[in-house]
């Protein structure tokens, strides 16, 4: 790969969306409230890897399973889920998440994992300074509402998502959010990185990022769990799958 580089925002790094979980997959099974929560943070987390696989695989290779994109990307419009499922429209939304997850947790390998859990990080920090902007936070959720209501006008309750949305999405990444300092640094393939259509997947995946990221803060997540609930955190993301 060439290191082509794009930079679309920072360096270090709403309650839970509002459509069914899959009833055979977690909810089933009687839970405890601390396994409930540690089963929330999970799913978010996964949301955030998710995204982070998504945008590796989009400037390396400019290609993405469309299905995993939707679900990412729907989850950026979902603003007051009834649990932290509803955001990705049940398991199978964030399946290829929590498979990555559980990689990264049990198998960890720098050349295959280690841009993922970079920008993964990189979308941490970017989180992190944006709480402490509220004005660009407010301004960030009524443009979004914005786009979900043209995009619902276009195409009713439909979970697809269409070129026009992810295009609104990255470009309100590009005027918003991508000169926040430190940039997050894209790598990847030249050609890929040079793609407008490319470029406005990967701004709304980062997006899609900051929606888990959020989410993930919301339902008790925090760095610390990442060094030292990785056994926890590994028993829920094989319940969950």
Known sequence: MIGAIIYLSSDDGSKPGSRSSD????HDRAQTGSTRGNDDRVLALAGLVQAASLISSASSSG????DTLESSINSIFIQNPGSTLDVFGGVTGVRKGLLMLRELLTNFDV????????YALAVMGLERRLVTSPAIMRQLGAE???????????????????????????????????EIQPQIRINGNR???????NIERIRALLLAGLRACVLWRQVGGNKWQLAFNRRSMTRSVEALL
């Open 144 to 178: 979004i509402a914005n786009i979900d209501e043209q995009r619902m006008l276009r195409q009713g309750d439909s979970r697809v998502i269409d070129d026009v949305s992810v295009q609104q999405l990255g470009i309100l990444y590009e005027s918003l959010i991508s």
């Open 23 to 26: 009833p055979e997959k977690t």
């Open 111 to 118: 050349a295959q994992h280690g841009r993922i859990m970079q």
């Open 63 to 66: 290609l993405v399973s469309q």
């Open 191 to 197: 050609q890929h990185l040079q793609d407008r259509t």
